[in-house]
């Protein structure tokens, strides 16, 4: 009798343990099955993310193009060269666990979304038709370390944004249409060592730039003036 009740007590267990398993495709974050379904909303719903879809779905779980996770959280978001359109939705800062966000060389307009990623390491948004400026949200990523901003549309002069950014060590934010001087918190990306600025519209001085450890820089096709470093005459800038 004892190892009958034993028996049905494991088969409760089993039973128990099925019933209580989640089901398959529920394993992927809540908040990033949102932000990924918000996106392809405002992408258009473009025929070329193999994958994706409106109702749900398990992204780490199942082959959504562009995605790659880690246990149940998106990690990676590799979306260039697609020929995407419409603008980023705002939800995409619920991808918490997010690594690496590029989405260069697309058609893609609008803003920046005013809160980004906020763990994100590497940040590509270059070759699109993004407008404004950038995000003051930005000295709340403090895992940064590249930042592509080029070949978009944003203008007008750049506030203190990069307060607080010292693991950026690259950032290009070349052919836009900026203005005005560069902002006092150039002077606090510690380890930048490349930094783009060609063919803007800057103005002022470049002291804050000449105390950074670069070795990399462009700042070609600008209105900037006053005494020229004279290690940037060495990189023939």
Known sequence: ???????????????????????????????????????????????????????????????WDGVSCFGSSVIYLKLNGLNLSGYITPEIYNLYSLKQLDISSNSIGGEIPYVLPPNATHINMAYNH??????????????LRHLNLSHNLLSGPIGNVFTGLQNLREMDLSCNNFTGDLPSSFGSLTNLTGLYLQNNKFTGSVAYPAELPLIDLNIKDNYFSGIIPSHFMDWGE
């Open 130 to 143: 993004l407008i404004q400026n950038i995000p003051p949200s930005l000295p709340g990523m403090k895992s």
């Open 1 to 63: 009798m004892a190892k009958r009740y034993r028996s049905l007590y494991f088969i409760a267990i089993l039973v128990a343990v099925f019933v209580s398993a989640p089901p398959a495709g529920a394993f992927t974050d809540l908040l990033d099955v949102v932000a990924l379904r918000d996106l392809y909303m405002t992408l258009n719903q473009p025929p070329q993310l193999k994958g994706w879809r409106l109702d749900g779905g398990n992204p780490c779980d199942e082959s």
